[in-house]
T-cell receptor, first 113, second 115 residues
Framework: AQSVAQPEDQVNVAEGNPLTVKCTYS??????LFWYVQYPNRGLQFLLK??????LVKGSYGFEAEFNKSQTSFHLKKPSALVSDSALYFC???????????FGTGTRLKVLA | ETGVTQTPRHLVMGMTNKKSLKCEQH?????MYWYKQSAKKPLELMFV???????ENNSVPSRFSPECPNSSHLFLHLHTLQPEDSALYLC??????????????FGPGTRLTVT
């Protein structure tokens, strides 16, 4: 069975500081991992994904994520947070041969000016 | 967000009503999805269509009935809903389903309130 955990309901960070939003997963076989962002009254927007290859993945808006197989983690990072990054962030996992994408419960990121 | 559109954006319906949600994607994708988003819960996958064929029905009650007439359009027909069905219903599309590698593109959602 596939599962995703986002252990923090909310993360607060000061503008200009680095941010990390955590995600751990459980899946049989090789995982495919995704990050999405949701702004108020909007649908989810794709940020980045890891399928194979380099463990450090770069995505939209300066975000990046690091795939760590031994720790089964895929944390989202950004070197310098912006107030406009404040939103709800979702991690998702799938694998080859499945129609299902399993999403985490989301982490609300609040960037303080 | 113009890639995937959803109508209506807001819907209030009584438990005995029948209504439909509409989704349209302009991305040339072959897979479409319905999700239910409730507060403090993970997104719940409801239905998946791949090349117009339904490939997933995630134990969804029969009061929700999907329809996919072509790869660009997806409907969710609603009847005799319960108050606990109140939620944000999100439509998404992807290049195809079944490989697991393709990211999904979401519409803005329909906020459904059942009274």
């Amino acid at each position: 069975a596939q599962s995703v955990a986002q252990p923090e309901d909310q993360v607060n960070v000061a503008e200009g500081n680095p941010l990390t939003v955590k995600c751990t997963y459980s899946v049989s076989g090789n995982p495919y991992l995704f990050w999405y962002v949701q702004y108020p009254n909007r649908g989810l927007q794709f940020l980045l994904k890891y399928i194979t290859g380099d463990n450090l993945v770069k995505g939209s808006y300066g975000f990046e994520a690091e795939f760590n197989k031994s720790q089964t983690s895929f944390h989202l990072k950004k070197p310098s947070a912006l107030v406009s990054d404040s939103a709800l962030y979702f991690c998702a996992v799938s694998r080859s041969g499945t129609y299902k994408y399993i999403f985490g419960t989301g982490t609300r990121l609040k960037v303080l000016a | 967000e113009t890639g995937v559109t959803q109508t209506p954006r807001h819907l209030v319906m009584g438990m005995t009503n029948k209504k439909s949600l509409k989704c349209e994607q302009h991305l040339g994708h072959n897979a479409m999805y319905w999700y239910k988003q409730s507060a403090k819960k993970p997104l719940e996958l409801m239905f998946v269509y791949n090349f117009k064929e339904q490939t997933e029905n995630n134990s969804v009650p029969s009061r929700f009935s999907p329809e996919c007439p072509n790869s660009s359009h997806l409907f969710l027909h609603l009847h005799t809903l319960q108050p606990e069905d109140s939620a944000l219903y999100l439509c998404a599309s992807s290049q195809e389903a079944g490989q697991g590698v393709y990211e999904q593109y979401f519409g803005p959602g329909t906020r459904l309130t059942v009274t």
